[in-house]
Structure formats: structure tokens, C-alpha cells
């Protein structure tokens, strides 16, 4: 059942997700960038660095904020950054399509270079596949820092069969997510286990009260 979404198909989002998984998570591959190679543990220092050690306090809108973050930031943690906000808001049903895309074109751009096109950016994909509520969006930067402190820890593993078993065996991973600072309170957490294990994990970003 978790494959499945009465609303519409999530058939698109998974093998999104798959992609991501081979490409991004086991390997250094870009997502939207055939030829990048820019998920690896040194852009993920300088994203730490830039974004979760350099808070910009006070109001503003999310992506304000992190244009003044990433100012002078090197082209592939700008792109690495807008592949993470992708990953961010891939489940959410409560985001439009049209949003996301804008989202994750925005910070792209930053790098003065147009966003490829790629499937991963269609309607097909980005329509989500369950509700994350509002605190999800409010407290996105919280949910994103978590995302990075979970790569940079998944990117510091030193044997590649340590990465793949983790990806192999959905339990293995829930108890390796669950040692991330702060992941008793992310949403995200929850997330990205039903991406990587649609078939043992509910569709739901919370924990069932």
C-alpha cells in the first residue's frame, strides 16, 4: 500500500527517488547535471559551513536568505544545494509542482547558469506523495540542515559496502538515521525512509499517534 496514492500516481516520484539513490547517495553524481560530480562530502563541508554555522537570523523569505548564504559560494555547492532542496520537497503534497520547480531553478541560477531540463522536474515527478503539513514549510531550514548533517555522515563512511548495506536494509537504516542530531524532530527523517524503502515504510512523514 505504501506504493500507493489514492490521489495520483506516485509511480514518477519513486523512480525519482531511485535515481537519486544510484546517483547521488551511493555515488558523487548530480541529479540535474549529466556531467557533474558534485555529491561528495567536500561541497557538503562548504554547504555546513555556509548555511547550517552562518544562520541568517531575523524574517525574510527562505530563499532570500539562502542567496545571501550561498553569495560567493563555488558553482557545484550552489548546484548541490538546489539537488537537496529538490530531494526537500520531492514527498510534499503541500507544495505545488510549479513551486518546486521554481524553488529549485532559483537557487540553481545563482550559478549565472540555466537549469537543465530533466524528467525529474516534470509535474509527473514533483506531484508528491504525501502531506507534510505546515510545520514542514515554516521550519524548512531546520529540516534542510538535518539533510546535510544526514549526507555529510552517510558521505564520511569509509567502505563503499557500508553505504550499500545501508541502503539495502531498510532497518539498518532507520537505526543509523535515527543517531543523526536532531532526528527525533525531523520530518525529513521519516521522509527520506519511505523514498529509499517504499515497500516497508508508510507514506507518512510524522510518527503515527
Not at 531511485?18 to 558534485?38: H, N, V
Not at 544562520?55 to 530563499?63: D, I, M, N, V
Amino acid at each position: 500500500m505504501s506504493r500507493h496514492n489514492p490521489q495520483h500516481d506516485i509511480t514518477g516520484l519513486l523512480k525519482a527517488a531511485e535515481t537519486w539513490k544510484s546517483q547521488c547517495l551511493l555515488r558523487d553524481r548530480a541529479l540535474l547535471d549529466d556531467a557533474g560530480q558534485y555529491w561528495n562530502y567536500e561541497n557538503l563541508q562548504e554547504l555546513d559551513s555556509r548555511f547550517i554555522q552562518s544562520p541568517q537570523e531575523g524574517g525574510g523569505r527562505y530563499f532570500d536568505k539562502l542567496a545571501l548564504q550561498l553569495a560567493d559560494a563555488s558553482p557545484e555547492a550552489i548546484k548541490l544545494m538546489a539537488e537537496l532542496n529538490w530531494l526537500l520537497v520531492l514527498f510534499s503534497t503541500n507544495v505545488r509542482p510549479d513551486t518546486k520547480r521554481g524553488l529549485v531553478r532559483n537557487i540553481w541560477e545563482l550559478t549565472n547558469e540555466k537549469m537543465p531540463k530533466s524528467s525529474l522536474l516534470e509535474d509527473a515527478t514533483l506531484s508528491g506523495a504525501g502531506s507534510t503539513g505546515t510545520g514542514y514549510n515554516t521550519h524548512r531550514w531546520r529540516e534542510l540542515a538535518f539533510l546535510i548533517k544526514m549526507m555529510k555522515a552517510f558521505k564520511a563512511l569509509a567502505a563503499d559496502d557500508q553505504r550499500l548495506r545501508l541502503v539495502e536494509e531498510p532497518w539498518t537504516f532507520a537505526e543509523w538515521i535515527g543517531g543523526i542530531p536532531d532526528a527525533n524532530a525531523r520530518q525529513f527523517r521519516h521522509i527520506v525512509c519511505f523514498l529509499l524503502f517504499p515497500d516497508s515504510n508508510l507514506r507518512y512523514s510524522q510518527h503515527l499517534r
